[in-house]
């Protein structure tokens, strides 16, 4: 799940060394995958087909909680093969 403790062992050069700022995190949870990523200094990629629905980003939006808006969406991780495209969010 989606961490502190996580974020640090992503980044650590003694466990995963990843550079967060080359990562994608994606995730179908605006208050949990979302904001991990965002906090992370991650690009985002919010999939509407899991818990969060259309509705509830178009609200988060209107919120203007920027750790609640992902980089990019898509309906289901699928779409981008099929279209070759990731819109950007509104």
Known sequence: KPSDALLWLLRSPKAYNVDV???????????????????????????????????????????????RRPSFVLSKLGAFVETGDIPRAP
């Open 21 to 67: 700022s080359k990562a994608l995190m994606v995730g179908d949870t605006l208050q949990t995958d979302i904001v991990f990523g965002n906090r992370g200094g991650m690009q985002t990629l919010l999939v509407l087909s899991g818990v969060t629905s259309q509705s509830e980003l178009d609200a988060e939006i209107l919120s203007d909680n920027p750790m």
